[in-house]
């Protein structure tokens, strides 16, 4: 198979969230004092912190530049749609947000976000890049109904950006007491992360001609 700029594009859609993950697990299993249950992501790159470098420049910025190259990808394979170019916008920003949540690192705690201008950018980074994805993922949703082979995943989208809205909702809601705070803030992120996976590699194994004929 011939790779060109918008394969590289659709790859970087299916290897961005493998990498997050990845990189979640390997930073958690460096701190044993760490909890995946109670603690945000995000102190995984707090500054100071032993995993610091390994979050901000092996997770947050090198997945949203993949995000944004997905984006881009998607904006040509969709090009005639204009809802469908919005819609990688979307997607776009949460790879910019992602890359400004890496390049400004919450303080040690990520629960101050008034001390420091760097916390209140981080925090500011993660609640668009959060939303700007759910928000894509249900108006994929919506708009892939229009083409048969992925119709398929009209329902999974909507389902999974709704779902992930009301984890990220008891993830704030849980902060104060940090009370599964991690669980939620990671079943928010999964399930957005395993859409995106998902919908890439669908688009990837089509070869696109289902989809648009100048996908690729």
Known sequence: MKITLPKIGNLCGVLAPVLWAAAIIYGGSLRP???????????LGERGSS???????????PT???HIAFAAFLSTAFKDSPVAKFAALLIA?????????GTFPCEVGCSLPRLMLSQKLHSLS????????????LLWGILIRRYHSLRGLSAYSIVSGCLALVFLALMSWSAELRMGTGLYERLSTGLLSLWMFVFAARLWWLKAYSVSPGLY
Not at 33 to 43: L, N
Not at 93 to 101: D, E
Request: aromatic share 18%; glycine share 16%; proline share 0%.
């Open 33 to 43: 004092e760490y909890s995946h249950y109670s603690q945000y992501i995000s102190e």
């Open 93 to 101: 920003v949460n790879g910019i947000a992602r890359i400004g949540a």
């Open 51 to 61: 995993t610091e470098f390994i979050m901000r420049y092996g997770a947050f910025v």
């Open 126 to 137: 993660a609640g668009v890049g959060f939303f700007a994805l759910i928000g894509a993922s």
């Open 64 to 66: 949203g530049l993949m």
